[in-house]
């Protein structure tokens, strides 16, 4: 699932790039693609640091 999902992403990405009036749109489009999965991580990460923080602490 996750895989038909990244290929739909990948093509849509794809498309806006060809379909870009000029280079600051395709850097918008690449930032808008990724800054979610970014957003993420950091999230995840934090979220592990005060485990293991508190957990520490015990």
Do not use: T
């Amino acid at each position: 699932m996750k895989v038909l999902l990244f290929l739909v992403q990948q093509s849509n990405i794809e498309k806006k790039m060809e379909e870009a009036p000029d280079s600051a749109y395709e850097i918008g489009v690449v930032i808008g693609s990724y800054l979610p999965f970014v957003v993420l991580a950091a999230i995840a990460y934090a979220i592990y640091y005060y485990n293991k923080k508190k957990r520490g602490s015990e």
